[in-house]
């Protein structure tokens, strides 16, 4: 799907939400990506073949989030 001359991460990739933005929404809190995948504001994402990733990111530094 993704056409640029250095490939964003495909769908299935961990690194996913990193490609480029096709469609941006701000206004409704998701963006599009060039690899299918539409990333919410709140960090959920739904992939192309219809299934959700919750949020899956940790902010904090591995020290801060033991406490």
């Given at each position: 799907?993704c056409h640029?001359?250095?490939p964003?991460?495909?769908?299935v990739n961990d690194?996913?939400d990193l490609?480029a933005?096709?469609?941006?929404?701000p206004e409704?809190?998701?963006?599009?990506?060039c690899n299918?995948?539409?990333?919410f504001?709140?960090d959920?994402?739904?992939?192309p073949?219809?299934?959700?990733?919750?949020r899956?990111?940790t902010?904090?530094?591995?020290e801060?989030?033991?406490r």
């Open positions: 799907m640029h001359t250095t964003c991460p495909d769908a690194a996913r490609a933005v096709a469609s941006s929404h409704q809190g998701w963006s599009l990506l299918g995948v539409v990333l504001d709140d959920g994402e739904l992939l073949d219809g299934s959700a990733v919750r899956h990111h902010w904090l530094t591995p801060l989030a033991s």
